[in-house]
């Protein structure tokens, strides 16, 4: 079968010819029905070295957000049904921590000793005609549309979660939430926000297409430049946001999510651009709580695959047949997509 590999660290992916996997106890094989393009692999493959990427050691399949369908299942497993369509829940944690037995593989206590990350990070992905995961990682879509889902795995959980652990500081009514960041994951992430709280919804971006994109789903949108923190404190009456979410991540943007956020926020970084940010008693709004997510939980997951099935979140995608999985790359890491893209083998 084709697959996208990740063959040596600072090497853009290949499209190789592959054996097709075979479940073993516990796992299931999936025939793949969509696999998502996330700026994280970009990241793993342009950025990462043997010291800093032990744990997205190559070669591997890339794919870590991906639905499909169950071809067959391994030794053991029991409850599915050829053909049924599911997500697949990518962090892959020591399996037996407090937080794994918990469905909490994305923050797993024995992450720094685990050879891999995830299903697509550091072990084989969904990136290719077929892929083995274990049975325990899948989620049930129904009869929702299965291609346009498999950024659910992970454009949509990783904001949902983000949004979740944020909720506190976005209810109680004339509260403003920032996104900063506005492709795969900053979209839904708008839609997330309507979804869970009566926010008014503050978005930035230098591309004029990801904000009209914003504007379209509900967003007040803010050109990112030198003006933007003055702009948003206006809009935000004066006092600044009450949660602002930074799908980016560089120092620049980190410091705009502090500087537009107000007395008692929480500011929530997302993006891995790598950015270190300041923080003393003097210069950041008091009672500021600064924070990073990584990804989410399968609980989460299954609530997303919900809101989902009810039409309350729709990823937008950009589809590429398997030959074309490279141009996905590329254009993701040319800053070129307007919409999620996924690659369907
Ligand atoms: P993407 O490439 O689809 O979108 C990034 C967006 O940010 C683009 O629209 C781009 O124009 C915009 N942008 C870039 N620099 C900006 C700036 N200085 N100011 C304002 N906007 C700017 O990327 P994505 O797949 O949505 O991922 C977003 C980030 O989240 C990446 O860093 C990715 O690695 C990270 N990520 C983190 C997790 C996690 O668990 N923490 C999970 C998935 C992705
Ligand atoms: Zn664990």
């Not at 053909?83 to 407090?98: Q, R």
């Not at 979740?164 to 506005?182: C, T």
Request: proline fraction near 5%; include cysteine.
């Amino acid at each position: 079968m084709k697959a996208v590999v990740f063959e040596d660290y600072k090497t853009f992916p290949t499209i190789k010819e592959v054996e097709r996997p075979v479940a073993k106890a516990g796992e299931v094989l999936l025939k793949v029905a969509g696999a998502g393009c996330c700026h994280s692999d970009v990241s793993v493959f342009a950025n990462a070295t043997a010291e800093t990427g032990k744990q997205t050691k190559p070669p591997f399949i890339l794919g870590h957000e991906t639905s499909g369908w169950i071809e067959d299942v391994g030794e053991g497993v029991t409850g599915f049904n050829k053909g049924d369509a599911y997500l697949v829940y990518g962090p892959t944690g020591c399996g037996h921590c407090k937080r794994c037995v918990a469905g909490e593989e994305n923050y797993c206590e024995n992450a720094a000793t685990n050879t891999s990350m995830a299903l697509g990070l550091g072990r084989n992905g969904g990136m290719a005609e077929y892929m083995v995961a274990p049975a325990r990682n899948l989620v049930p879509l129904g009869n929702a549309e299965p291609i346009a889902a498999a950024p659910l795995a992970d454009a949509a959980l990783t904001p949902y979660h983000a949004i979740k652990a944020a909720l506190p500081h976005l209810n109680g009514g004339g509260k403003y939430a920032l996104v900063i960041g506005l492709g795969g994951l900053g979209q839904i992430a708008i839609q997330i926000l309507k979804a869970l709280t009566g926010a008014t919804i503050i978005a930035t971006d230098m591309k004029p297409e990801a904000m009209a994109q914003a504007e379209a789903k509900g967003a007040i949108t803010v050109p990112s430049d030198e003006n933007e923190v003055a702009r948003i404190r206006e809009i935000a009456d004066g006092r600044g946001v009450d949660a602002a979410f930074d799908f980016v991540g560089f120092a620049p943007t980190i410091a705009a999510a502090q500087a537009s956020s107000a007395v008692d926020s929480r500011v929530t970084i997302v993006g891995i651009a790598g950015g270190k940010a300041t923080y003393d008693w003097y210069s950041n709004p008091l009672q500021q709580e600064l924070t990073s997510v990584y990804w989410g939980s399968m609980t989460e997951l299954h609530e997303v695959a919900a809101m989902y099935r009810q039409g309350v979140i729709t990823p937008e995608v950009e589809l590429y047949p398997m030959d074309c999985a490279l141009d996905a790359y590329q254009n993701l890491v040319d800053g070129k997509l307007t919409k999620r893209a996924v690659v369907v083998p």
